[in-house]
T-cell receptor, first 114, second 109 residues
């Protein structure tokens, strides 16, 4: 089954404790991205990757890191989480970038930072 | 000004009603337009792309007005299962997708 998976689905952590949210897709998509969704603000892009070893900042990259060592994986790293990073996070992938293709989203990771 | 703006609603309509949502965008160079549907904090899923000539998919019709920089979604004969949040999505200034904050629809029995 073609899909985007994210882990963990739910996470409660404390300020400053490094965490990684994994994202994997099995569709051989070149483009992957991370979004956060907050009430009233919609989905905002954190980082995106056009292909392996190519990453770039989205609209709200502060406090986040990513890497793209393999085509299928695009982990999101929070080196020192803070309460303002409490949010619902979605990973997405598409065949190519440039905003022309359907985005396939993972199921979401609900993160709470205390 | 937000790049993509939507009326947040909520829109509460009876089954069988016709409902329309509008979305305005600020970047006149935008080239791609979509409507996504999101159920109750689940992941967004593509509902339909929006083409310059307008397009229809069953009970759903999408229109694009480049001159006025808005897109619309019309849902005819609303079903209970249409209850969701509808996200307007536009290719933004950096050729990345920009999402509106969504319009919430509840179809009532």
């Amino acid at each position: 089954e073609a899909q985007v998976t994210q882990n963990p689905r739910y996470l409660i952590t404390v300020t400053g404790k490094k965490l990684t949210v994994t994202c994997s897709q099995n569709m051989n998509h070149e483009y992957m991205s991370w979004y956060r969704q907050d009430p009233g603000l919609g989905l905002r892009q954190i980082y995106y990757s056009m292909n392996v070893e190519v990453t770039d900042k989205g609209d709200v990259p502060e406090g986040y890191k990513v890497s793209r060592k393999e085509k299928r994986n695009f982990p999101l790293i929070l080196e020192s989480p803070s309460p303002n990073q409490t949010s619902l996070y979605f990973c997405a992938s598409s065949f190519t970038g440039g905003g022309y293709n359907e985005q396939f989203f993972g199921p979401g990771t609900r993160l709470t930072v205390l | 000004r937000k790049e993509v703006e939507q009326d947040p609603g909520p829109f509460n309509v009876p089954e069988g009603a016709t409902v329309a949502f509008n979305c305005t965008y600020s970047n006149s160079a935008s080239q791609s337009f979509f409507w996504y549907r999101q159920d109750c904090r689940k992941e967004p899923k593509l509902l339909m792309s929006v083409y310059s000539s307008g397009n229809e998919d069953g009970r759903f019709t999408a229109q694009l007005n480049r001159a006025s920089q808005y897109i619309s979604l019309l849902i005819r004969d609303s079903k209970l299962s249409d209850s969701a949040t509808y996200l307007c999505v536009v290719t933004g200034s950096a050729r990345q997708l920009t999402f509106g904050s969504g319009t919430q629809l509840t179809v009532l029995p």
